[in-house]
């Protein structure tokens, strides 16, 4: 399954909200990992996001303890916990409630390399945003 561009998917909530006049999504988190998302492996190990599964210096609990459903409170906190509000950047940003804060994945794998991820998204957000306008005209010409 093909991830979607963060950019795409902008401009399909941009589209979604000037030509079906639906209201803008915003949220605090960028995907279910932070909010109570869980992969199963067969080894019994529980991990918060598919494209983590396998690395076991990110499980979160196992469900194949003798002694039941054991949970590594830290880890999950660590998910769970991050939204836009727990940011100190996230938390002073315009976009924050529309790139979600991002993939928490995808932030690790930036950090390593010291970059950001957020220092895109307004070009992002501008080239989504020409692109729906774009599309609304498109529309508008050819209801009229």
Request: glycine content about 6%; some cysteine; aromatic content about 10%.
């Amino acid at each position: 399954m093909a991830v979607p561009c963060l950019s795409d998917k902008i401009y399909q909530d941009l589209c979604r909200a000037i030509i079906q006049k639906k209201l803008l999504r915003m949220d605090s988190i960028g995907c279910a990992s932070q909010s109570g998302s869980y992969m199963f492996d067969p080894k019994g190990d529980i991990y918060s996001c598919l494209e983590i599964v396998g690395q076991t210096q990110y499980v979160l609990g196992n469900y194949a303890q003798k002694e039941g459903l054991l949970w590594y409170e830290q880890e999950r906190k660590n998910w769970q916990g991050n939204n836009v509000a727990t940011s100190p950047k996230c938390s002073k940003c315009k976009f924050a409630f529309l790139c979600r804060g991002g993939c928490i994945v995808r932030k690790m794998k930036l950090k390593k390399h010291n970059s950001l991820q957020c220092e895109n998204f307004h070009a992002m957000f501008k080239d989504a945003a020409n692109r729906a306008y774009q599309a609304y005209l498109s529309n508008s010409e050819t209801t009229a």
